[in-house]
């Protein structure tokens, strides 16, 4: 998910839109993943929601545990300008369907993304042992 938003974030600029990934994990660990996996930040705001009260204030929390960990739903949300609230899917998967991706675009009325499961990856020795 984050390869492909991260190819496609210009697209979410040409329309005046923006986006905030928010996750339970710390800026650090983001951090390293973005260096990690794309040689670089990725270029959009993260929030780090640690204590999980946005999670919770959202109703983002899981009763299961997802099998590839963590208790947080992915979720849309697109809000207009004035920040109320035009559209939200929980849960988001756009890290499966690649329709539930394309939909983002057409929401903000953007050139459609380009889903790809690894798009914009480093390639590292982790990655070949596999």
């Given at each position: 998910?984050?390869?492909?938003l991260?190819?496609?974030y210009?697209?979410?600029?040409?329309?005046?839109a923006?986006?905030?990934m928010i996750?339970?994990?710390?800026?650090?660990?983001?951090?390293?993943?973005?260096l990690?996996?794309?040689?670089?930040e990725?270029?959009?705001?993260?929030?780090s929601d640690?204590?999980?009260?946005?999670?919770?204030?959202?109703?983002?929390?899981?009763?299961?545990?997802h099998p590839?960990g963590?208790?947080?739903?992915?979720?849309?949300?697109?809000?207009?300008?004035?920040?109320?609230?035009?559209?939200?899917s929980?849960?988001?998967?756009?890290?499966?369907?690649?329709?539930?991706?394309?939909?983002?675009?057409?929401?903000?009325?953007?050139?459609?993304g380009?889903w790809?499961?690894?798009?914009g990856?480093?390639?590292?020795?982790?990655?070949?042992?596999?």
């Amino acid at each position: 998910m984050a390869a492909s938003l991260k190819q496609d974030y210009a697209n979410i600029l040409k329309v005046r839109a923006d986006l905030i990934m928010i996750s339970p994990d710390a800026l650090e660990e983001h951090r390293k993943y973005a260096l990690t996996l794309f040689g670089e930040e990725l270029p959009y705001l993260y929030v780090s929601d640690r204590n999980l009260d946005i999670a919770r204030r959202y109703g983002l929390i899981r009763n299961e545990e997802h099998p590839h960990g963590g208790f947080y739903y992915r979720s849309l949300w697109i809000l207009n300008r004035e920040a109320v609230v035009t559209h939200k899917s929980v849960p988001w998967r756009a890290n499966v369907q690649v329709e539930e991706y394309q939909r983002l675009f057409k929401l903000i009325g953007s050139e459609l993304g380009e889903w790809m499961a690894t798009c914009g990856l480093r390639q590292t020795e982790k990655a070949h042992a596999g």
